[in-house]
């Protein structure tokens, strides 16, 4: 297990202090390097480690499905319990309403959640029905019918060009965009459980796509390869946040689009705004220091009176003993709560 742990540390738990000869590689949270840890990096690069990363996740599809899940389930282990610190986000690449303030959750947690949705239409039935979505598409995030034509409009496909959706869940999103534009859908999620039902999903709709397993900040995609990255309602679960940044930016082509959805404190220091990866949400900051063009983040307020009245139907709801309804009960409590300390906004940026 100490290797293991050590490798994670390798590969997604860690910074880079110094220049030039003073380099050293640090944990996320201050902590240096053990003596170990230090010679396992000897020699290596912060690009050395990123690519690293970028391998693991681009390792034959059925290895990473068996690898990232753990690898991620031990990397969150680590970080839900370092030395007191500020802040330590999970990377977690999923979304049960993380505007609700959920704590960090590991990919096992996601495999379970997924799981226990198939078993319970009710979930989806309220979703759709407040989004304003069809019965076949598949939500886990919080993205209207509304707010889906304005998000194809904001991609700019055209036939044949790739599509990425990062943090894609069950695939429903992607799915619906790739089939109103001709393009071709790639969609990359930490969750293997969510992964599979994406597939299955694309089979009942004898739609064309390709499902994979990574996490938003090594997608294992090649650079250059996508004409448009969609991200609805999960950048704020990336560790390091500008990871992820740089990675939508690696695989886009020249005048690719980013589009992504979120939220975003009203006051960044409103200590009520939790967990601190929501409060630190910045888009505008992040596509920026990435490198991008024409970033633009807008205030989409009239997304939150659906979000407002399906969470106020999950508060009131007896779920039983149903555990996808029980989740969804306990995010609708806890998401009223936070309704009025976040703003929901849209992202747009171009690739130089």
Avoid at 90 to 116: C, L, Q, V
Avoid at 131 to 153: D, M, N
Avoid at 201 to 222: S, Y
């Amino acid at each position: 297990m100490a290797a293991r742990s050590e490798v994670v540390a390798l590969l997604t738990d860690f910074e880079v202090e110094g220049t030039g000869p003073e380099q050293r590689f640090v944990h996320r949270d201050g902590r240096p390097f053990t003596e170990a840890e230090t010679e396992l990096v000897s020699g290596a690069t912060e690009e050395d480690l990123r690519a690293a990363a970028s391998a693991l996740a681009a390792a034959p599809q059925r290895l990473a499905e068996l690898l990232m899940p753990y690898i991620q389930t031990v990397a969150e282990e680590v970080s839900e319990n370092p030395p007191p610190t500020e802040g330590n986000p999970s990377p977690a690449a999923g979304n049960p309403s993380p505007a609700a303030g959920n704590p960090p959750r590991t990919a096992e947690y996601f495999d379970g959640w997924y799981a226990d949705m198939v078993a319970s239409p009710v979930k989806d039935e309220i979703q759709q029905r407040h989004l304003g979505l069809p019965p076949q598409l598949l939500s886990t995030s919080l993205l209207g019918w509304e707010g889906i034509a304005e998000v194809t409009a904001e991609l700019r496909l055209a036939p044949g060009d790739t599509l990425v959706d990062l943090a894609c869940g069950r695939g429903g999103y992607g799915l619906e965009i790739a089939g109103r534009t001709g393009a071709r859908l790639v969609g990359v999620d930490f969750s293997a459980e969510a992964v599979r039902q994406a597939r299955e999903h694309a089979e009942r709709l004898g739609a064309t796509a390709d499902f994979r397993v990574g996490n938003l900040t090594a997608t294992g995609l090649e650079a250059g390869s996508a004409a448009g990255v969609l991200c609805v309602d999960a950048i704020q679960f990336a560790a390091p946040p500008q990871a992820a940044y740089r990675e939508i930016r690696r695989i886009l082509e020249p005048g690719g689009r980013a589009v992504l959805t979120c939220w975003e404190a009203v006051g960044r220091d409103d200590e009520r705004v939790v967990p601190d990866r929501l409060r630190h949400v910045d888009l505008r900051a992040g596509l920026t220091a990435a490198g991008f063009a024409d970033v633009e983040v807008q205030d989409r307020p009239s997304w939150r009176a659906p979000e407002r009245a399906m969470w106020e139907e999950a508060a009131a709801l007896d779920p039983g003993d149903d555990p996808a309804l029980r989740s969804f009960h306990d995010e609708g409590v806890r998401s009223l709560g936070m309704m009025d300390l976040v703003r929901r906004v849209l992202a747009t940026a171009t690739a130089p």
